[in-house]
């Protein structure tokens, strides 16, 4: 596969409600996508996802739970498109602008090459 630009670039707009939260996400590479996260515990939520990644043509649904502390955010997801994607993220010292993530992502898609 021949990935002409490995960088993206993303914005994400959040919308925190109470008991929930709603995201718009538009990147680079023609990629949309909107979430919802529904609370089911203090620190735990459910939601899905829905995304259109245009450079590759490819359409998608995920499920995801939330885990969000203060200090701490991270995801689970598992998606329509054969791929597993695990983000933790914490804070940076004091500063709760700040957050350093670790991903881990894997695809069960195999194509011939």
Do not use: P
């Amino acid at each position: 596969m021949n990935e002409l630009h490995l960088s993206h670039v993303m914005i994400k707009f959040d919308h925190i409600g109470k008991g929930y939260r709603a995201q718009f996400q538009l990147g680079n590479g023609a990629l949309l996508g909107a979430s919802y996260f529904q609370s089911m515990a203090q620190y735990l939520s459910l939601g899905r996802e829905v995304f259109w990644v245009g450079q590759h043509q490819k359409f998608g649904v995920d499920y995801a739970t939330l885990y969000n502390t203060d200090k701490m955010v991270d995801i689970g997801q598992v998606a329509s498109t054969k791929m597993v994607l695990l983000q933790l993220g914490s804070q940076c010292d004091d500063k709760k602008e700040m957050i350093k993530t670790r991903s881990l992502q894997y695809s069960f898609l195999r194509e011939n090459i």
